[in-house]
């Protein structure tokens, strides 16, 4: 578990000096700028917008439960997550001494005082032409999402300023302003264009477009009060069963680690773009803290690093049924052939498409420090902004 204000000791400090320097070296923008400050920014909420990589119980609620096995692990029942135990998001909220974010769509049960998650599995970022039953994808794309957050901000300030009663479930309204906005989506939006059967560069073609309106929603909500905000990149989804049990690639096309080079490849020109406007979004918006986080280098080097690390199996599922990967669309995880493996913390993964506990909590280590992030500062530093010297 982490502590929220736990004191940063002499040694910690000097690695993030050393950590800033070395960004200035790599010439990472704002890196050679940053000036460090020892203050916790005390995020008061957190307002996450996703996809299955942080949703808490969106899709759940909205279209049934996430079935058993998953939750086995840290919650002992399903807990509306598509893993056995935790996800990143919730080993920040630990990080940051907040409570597990519940699910915008769960009615039952919920407590919103410290922030609300509004991420389902299946999002993306541009809306699709389909329905969830058609290809898996969910119809609450990013722009919904964010549309169901202004509501959210509305009615609860409404609520909060009229009755007592509600004041115990939900934000104080100055939370919204100092509240940390995060954001881990886009992965489906490039697996959707290669589950159409388009080509490669097909895919490559829509993604200008698929940043341009991810960065449009950044600034409504920016413009809305928003002023901290942790994007997270993509990650590498060519490691994964479900896209390497699925998508064509011949074994020319496949490094050694097992993952399909074309996919993992798109995945990184997505992120050069996506960085190119999170630079551009600090100077459209130069009152808020943005910082982007390289999702891409922390699991693909957890892929490279799993035996150090103490991980047995790195691209077939614990959770599933036959094949080379475990994994079967049409008997996934919770299904009557697909089940558990006995030990999911020798797994990176889960169910075919995400991540187990074990591996999350790895990942979640990178991204609290902060040293796989511009800027580079720990998430419990990232309202502090850079400036010039």
Known sequence: MFVRNQKTSMYQWKVYFVLLVFGSVLNAPYG??????????????????????????????????????????FFHKPAGRYCDGRLVIDFIAESLG???????????????SHGANFATAGSTIRPQNTTLRQSGFSPFSLDVQ???????????????NQSASYKD????????????????????DL???????????????FIPDVISQFSTIIKNLHFGGGMFFLIHNTGPFGCLPYVLDRLPHSPSETDKYGCAIPYNEVAQDFNRLLKEEV????????????????????????????????????VRACCGHGGQYNYNRNSGCGSKLGKSCEDPSIYLNWDGVHNTEASNHHISRHVISGEFSDPLLPVSQICQKPFSS
Request: proline content about 6%; aromatic content about 16%.
């Open 32 to 73: 050679s700028y940053l000036h460090v400050n020892a203050t916790d920014c005390e995020f008061p909420a957190m307002f996450n917008f996703g996809d299955s990589n942080s949703d808490t119980g969106g899709l759940s609620s909205a279209f049934g439960a996430a079935p058993p096995p998953n939750g086995e692990t």
């Open 98 to 112: 907040l409570p597990y974010l519940s699910a915008y769509l769960q009615s039952v049960g919920s407590n919103f």
């Open 146 to 160: 964010s549309w169901q957050f202004n509501q959210f901000k509305d009615k609860s300030i409404d609520a909060y």
């Open 169 to 188: 479930a939900l934000p104080k309204p100055e939370y919204f302003n100092k509240a940390l906005y995060t954001f881990d989506i886009g992965q489906n």
């Open 191 to 205: 697996t959707a264009g290669f589950f159409l059967n388009m080509t490669v560069d097909q895919v490559r073609a």
């Open 279 to 314: 630079i551009q979004l600090r100077k459209d918006l130069p009152k808020a803290a943005i910082t982007y986080v390289n999702m891409y280098s922390i699991k693909y080097g957890l892929v490279t690093n799993a035996t150090k690390e103490g991980f047995k199996y790195t």
